[in-house]
């Protein structure tokens, strides 16, 4: 292998990647999955309680909600605007705070509200809006609550919003696609278009157009992960960790690439294969939906070694001495698979001649 | 002379088909060797075995002395080889194409616009390939084949199915190379073209070679030595045709320019096609 005959066949993939409409698409995939998971996902599974506020005088209760995490709060400028906005479903709940209402209720007057619920809201978030207008009301007549309330969760964890929950998923995604993806693409490409006949009879060998391609795959990975990350602000936390993660994520994902890549004559038989054989890369995680299956059998996934790090970092705040040595094996993993490719170009190298 | 290229008793099977049976030659610096034959003679299975595409099943094969192999860069730095099917980076402009493959090859200051000029490519050269004819996209493989001024010259039906400017200009980089002291290996089913361009032909037949001998000397052989002369005028026209071999063949000619009235008078020497079918007993374009 020559690096420099290396560094120019990268170049040369660069150069022509961003005329391909795949190099493209890997690019811009973790803006695009993170707007897609984060915004409508969560918008359509994870809907925060929306609330409508007509204040025709001073009341202190606009700026209470304002306060408040977790719901959506908008204004109405007049009775009729926030009635369309609840009969449009724009909001679950409309308030109309008469002038006066904060000393009425100082005064203990048991001032009227009146609650104009959406008929499209969700019952969950009527319950929470109700308790939450009763508490928004007690602090402001300057009134404790008459316990203390201790949350626990049904598995004694901490609580994880969706948004958070999704980041693994949406690295893996990353990570499997632009891994995967990227070198595969890249070598069927050459076949495809008889150009990898004519980088043989050149002083470019086997070794160096497949490393070429595991490089650009390995390099695209790693930063469209890191951009993945940023995005969904999952680096505050170990960054480190979730670096070496990815690494190993890439080697692994790469190699496979790779091996797709000397098996596919052609585009069309590297979708296939993609379609078919994607499912045990990402097996791993039915066995976090599915708890109840023997864990034991996610380990055989050569995925596994660097998933269960990647979600156990991103969701249960692990460092990196508790991943390492599942991140040792996921290198390993990795490198056999790369030695596996060996064998494949050779054999890939006597089809294309014939 | 040192060969450029010596091959020894090259055999090469698809499965249980025999493509190509224990053939072996040599080529010289600066000569051009045709290797005649129609489709599916081997020809193509044996320049890919020559490139080292291919591993044959058995024999060896030496450019300039060291053994082919696809994994020896210094090798495969001396050979240049246009292939048969398209293969470039449609994506790519031609002069990027050429610029990208300069690099492979560790070449420094290497002038993309003299070898886009020799090949008619210049007013094209920063148009993507994929807007290329058929015969520009050939032209920029040849281009190519010689970007590293090749010591051994591989080209595989370069002119096949091109419109006759695009196959001039081919033929006249050949020679250039050839001129240059390049040593090229030229396979074709145009007897024509074989018969202009190359110094020794080889015909290649179900993968064995019948004969490796100059154009000349193959139809001194197989050729019949004679000339037919078309004599007479308007409609009073009648061809007379006379063996050369014949002693007197001499006196005939002269007395037949003398006292007739002559329109033309051709030489009968055989075609390589013909001498191709005399030798293997199938034509070229089957």
Redesign the interface.
């Known amino acids: 292998m020559?690096i420099?005959?290396v560094w120019?066949?990268v170049?040369?993939d660069l150069?022509?990647g961003f005329?391909?409409p795949v190099i493209l698409w890997v690019l811009i995939m973790p803006f695009v999955i993170t707007f897609l998971m984060q915004v409508v996902f969560v918008a359509l599974f994870d809907p925060q309680p929306r609330i409508c506020i007509y204040n025709s005088g001073e009341s202190a209760i606009t700026s209470v909600f304002e306060r408040i995490e977790g719901i959506r709060l908008s204004h109405a400028g007049s009775p009729a605007e926030l009635e369309a906005y609840i009969e449009n479903n724009n909001a679950d709940l409309g308030l109309v705070i008469e002038n006066g209402f904060d000393q009425a209720l100082r005064d203990g007057r048991k001032p009227e509200l009146e609650y104009f619920f959406s008929g499209g809201s969700l019952a969950s978030n009527r319950i929470v809006i109700s308790l939450l207008v009763l508490d928004v009301l007690r602090e402001m007549e300057n009134r404790e609550a008459p316990v203390e309330v201790v949350l626990h969760t049904g598995d004694e964890e901490e609580v994880v919003p969706l948004t958070r929950k999704l980041i693994p998923a949406i690295v893996l995604l990353v990570l499997i696609i632009t891994g995967i993806f990227v070198p595969a693409f890249l070598l069927v490409g050459e076949k495809e278009?008889?150009?990898m006949?004519?980088?043989?009879?050149?002083?470019?060998?086997?070794s160096d157009i497949l490393f070429s391609k595991a490089l650009l795959g390995f390099t695209m990975t790693v930063t469209m992960c890191f951009i993945t990350l940023m995005l969904n602000g999952a680096l505050s936390g170990q960054p480190l960790a979730l670096l070496a993660t990815v690494v190993a994520g890439a080697v692994v994902c790469n190699a496979i690439g790779l091996i797709y890549g000397t098996l596919a004559g052609n585009a069309k038989t590297l979708y296939t294969l993609v379609k078919s054989l994607n499912i045990l890369l990402v097996g791993p995680i039915l066995f976090y939906l599915f708890t109840g299956l023997p864990q034991w059998i996610a380990k055989i996934f050569p995925t596994y070694w660097f998933i269960d790090p990647l979600y156990s970092i991103t969701l249960k705040g692990a460092d990196f001495s508790d991943v390492c040595f599942k991140l040792a094996i996921a290198l390993v993993v990795g490198i056999l698979l790369g030695i596996a490719v060996v064998p494949m170009s050779r054999r890939m190298?006597?089809k294309?001649?014939? | 002379m040192k060969p450029a290229l010596l091959a020894e008793n090259l055999s090469y099977s698809?499965g249980n088909l025999k493509a190509v049976r224990g053939i072996g030659f040599q080529l010289r610096p600066g000569e051009i060797l045709g290797f005649l034959g129609p489709n599916g003679a081997g020809k193509s299975t044996t320049i890919?075995m020559l490139?080292?595409?291919?591993?044959p099943d058995t024999g060896s094969i030496h450019v300039l002395g060291n053994e082919m192999s696809?994994?020896d860069?210094?090798v495969?730095?001396r050979?240049g080889?246009c292939?048969e099917?398209?293969?470039?980076?449609?994506?790519?402009t031609g002069r990027?194409n050429l610029i990208?493959?300069s690099?492979?090859?560790?070449l420094k200051n290497f002038d993309t616009d003299t070898l886009l000029r020799r090949v008619d490519l210049s007013q094209r050269a920063d148009d993507r390939v994929s807007k290329y004819s058929k015969g520009m996209r050939q032209r920029l493989m040849m281009a190519?084949a010689i970007i590293n001024r090749p010591d051994v010259l591989f080209l595989d039906e370069p002119t096949d199915g091109l419109d006759p400017v695009s196959s001039r200009t081919i033929r006249n980089v050949i020679r250039e190379q050839a001129e240059r002291g390049a040593a090229v290996l030229l396979t074709t089913h145009d007897m024509w073209e074989a018969d202009e361009l190359s110094d020794r032909v080889a015909f290649l037949n179900e993968g064995e070679l019948f004969a490796v001998d100059t154009p000349d000397n193959l139809k001194m052989k197989y050729g019949k030595r004679s000339v037919k002369v078309r004599l007479g005028s308007g409609s009073h026209v009648r061809e007379e045709t006379i063996e050369l071999i014949a002693a007197d063949a001499g006196d005939k000619v002269r007395e037949l320019i003398n006292s007739h009235n002559v329109m033309t008078i051709h030489t009968e020497e055989a075609t390589l096609e013909d001498i191709f079918i005399e030798i293997t007993g199938r034509g070229l374009d089957v």
């Open positions: 020559n420099r005959r120019s066949l170049s040369g150069r022509l005329r391909s278009q008889g150009t006949k004519a980088l043989l009879v050149t002083p470019v060998t086997v190298q006597r294309l001649a014939e | 698809y890919k490139t080292g595409l291919l591993t696809l994994d860069p210094e495969q730095a050979i080889v292939f099917e398209k293969n470039l980076y449609l994506n790519m990027e990208f493959f690099k492979l090859f560790g190519r």
